[in-house]
């Protein structure tokens, strides 16, 4: 039988919190408003992720020597413990805010987006369009 030490199972979770949380501002922030900058996003997602990993790994149990042994740490600037995940979550927000002014200042290109206002519509009768199965609801109403 297959089985894996158990510290596996609880490290994965504690990093899987602190990434999936650094995830956020780039998806959120980037599909809501395009005030953001695009390389911003990523630079602050880049700092949250590599803040979160290395201070999670820097915790280590006192008994047994072992890293990622909890999911708070001393915040940085305050001396407080606090959450990693959402230090390095304010990290990423404060980084891409940032660099966001700093890159339009500097007039950094964006990139291009491809997508037009066509994109955004679909008719029935255009090629790729399928019409949709009744709902329950439509289907009873047929009946009557």
Do not use: C
């Not at 007039?107 to 369009?129: F, I, M, Q, R």
């Amino acid at each position: 039988m297959l089985s894996l030490d158990k510290s596996f199972a609880i490290n994965l979770q504690l990093l899987g919190g602190i990434w999936i949380l650094q995830t956020f501002p780039a998806i959120v922030f980037g599909l809501y408003t395009r005030w953001f900058h695009r390389w911003a996003l990523f630079a602050g997602w880049a700092v949250g992720m590599v803040y979160g990993t290395w201070t999670a790994y820097n915790v280590v149990n006192p008994v047994t020597g072992a890293h990622f042994a909890g999911s708070t740490a001393e915040i940085p600037l305050l001396g407080k413990n606090g959450y990693i995940a959402l230090t390095a979550w304010v990290l990423n927000v404060l980084v891409t805010v940032v660099l966001t002014v700093v890159f339009r200042a500097l007039k950094v290109a964006e990139g291009g987006d491809e997508t037009t206002a066509d994109d955004y519509h679909a008719d029935a009768g255009e090629p790729g369009v399928r019409p949709l199965p009744a709902t329950s609801t439509e289907a009873a109403g047929t009946r009557s």
